[in-house]
């Protein structure tokens, strides 16, 4: 009964150890689970931890890109507003030099109008003197003229009855060896060959248009009937005058003077110029109108006498005082020093008072403004002689 009861309290000593075992094994496996739980709960709070802090690192990282991309337009714009600004100062400092190059040639324009305003006004005032003198030559020279006619009528009418025979000796008869036949002869060569009288314009020797040509040498004229005169030149008198023209002129049996540079003195004292292709008979020949005999130069040239003239060149027609030198290509120079060229236009000598040189002006005028000046003064001129005609004559009138 012991033995069962020792081996009762045995196995019930052994249930309870193995219940505490087993309550130890639960207690331990739930333990465990806790553990476990906590564990897992851990890692996941950790997850979190690291999913938040990633989440928070790339919302930093986005917004620092939104911050780089705002920078970088921010400065994008910065340097677009620069070149902007660059861009309109650039325009600006263009626009200003352009305002300024335009200034300048306005300015540059304006100086240029005044300088032609001044030498016009500078030409204007030269035609009016150069005018002015031609209108006091010419009155001068009509003036003579008139007292020149006056003389010589009072000497003709002091003369005439005083004669033994009553009649009247033509100038151009001669006796030979003191003979007096009373009749008239044709005009003759003396005898030292120097001289020789051309028919004129008439064709017929003996009458009042009768040309004389004189030289230092003997002439012979030519087959043509024409003269020419040797390296000394020699004096050709007309009807309208007496010419000195240089060696190598050619007189033609009507008068027609041909001078060596190729300018042709007519009959009627009118000048033909070659113009500018040396040649007279075509287009650019010029003219001249004296107001009395011109004066034949040794280069061709022909200087105008104290009544002055007209020139007329393809360029217009000009009138001229006298002492003015024509070539024969139709420039004319005036005495001032300023040349008045074939086409119209006017050199100015300039401050040096030479053409040819740096300083020479330019003058193109718009039309034959010289010519219309001159021409009103001489209708004044004319008026003025016509005055001083009539006072003229009431004096002789009254002596």
Avoid: C
């Avoid at 040396?278 to 001249?288: I, L, N, Y």
């Amino acid at each position: 009964m012991v033995a069962q009861v020792q081996a009762e309290q045995q196995t019930q000593h052994q249930v309870q150890m193995v219940a505490q075992v087993q309550a130890e094994q639960q207690i331990q496996h739930q333990v465990q689970m806790v553990a476990q739980v906590q564990a897992e709960q851990q890692t996941q709070h950790q997850a979190q931890m690291v999913a938040q802090v990633q989440a928070e690192q790339q919302i930093q990282h986005q917004v620092q890109m939104v911050a780089q991309v705002q920078a970088e337009q921010q400065t994008q714009h910065q340097a677009q507003m620069v070149a902007q600004v660059q861009a309109e100062q650039q325009i600006q400092h263009q626009a200003q030099m352009v305002a300024q190059v335009q200034a300048e040639q306005q300015t540059q324009h304006q100086a240029q109008m005044a300088a032609q305003v001044q030498v016009e006004q500078q030409t204007q005032h030269q035609v009016q003197m150069v005018a002015q003198v031609q209108v006091e030559q010419q009155t001068q020279h009509q003036y003579r003229w008139w007292l020149k006619f006056r003389r010589n009528n009072k000497s003709t009418s002091s003369t005439d009855g005083g004669s033994s025979s009553g009649g009247t000796t033509n100038p151009t008869s001669s006796t030979d060896g003191g003979s007096s036949s009373g009749g008239t002869t044709n005009p003759t060569t003396p005898s030292d060959g120097k001289t020789v009288t051309l028919p004129g314009k008439d064709g017929k020797p003996g009458t009042d248009d009768d040309v004389t040509v004189t030289g230092d040498q003997p002439l012979t004229p030519g087959s043509d009937g024409s003269v020419t005169l040797p390296s000394d030149g020699g004096k050709v008198d007309r009807p309208d005058g007496s010419y000195n023209v240089p060696g190598g002129t050619i007189v033609d049996p009507d008068g027609t003077i041909h001078l060596p540079g190729g300018d042709i003195v007519n009959p009627d004292g009118t000048v033909t110029l070659p113009g500018q292709d040396g040649k007279t008979g075509t287009g650019d020949d010029g003219k001249v109108k004296p107001n009395g005999p011109i004066i034949p130069g040794d280069n061709g040239s022909v200087t105008l006498p104290d009544g002055g003239g007209t020139v007329t060149t393809p360029g217009g027609t000009i009138n001229v005082p006298g002492g003015s030198v024509v070539d024969p290509d139709g420039t004319v120079h005036l005495p001032g020093g300023n040349v008045v060229n074939p086409d119209g236009t006017i050199t100015l000598p300039g401050q040096d008072g030479k053409t040819g040189t740096g300083d020479d002006g330019k003058v193109k005028p718009n039309g034959p403004s010289i010519s219309t000046q001159m021409e009103a003064l001489r209708s004044l001129a004319a008026v003025q002689f016509k005055r001083l005609e009539e006072r003229l004559m009431f004096q002789e009138e009254v002596s």
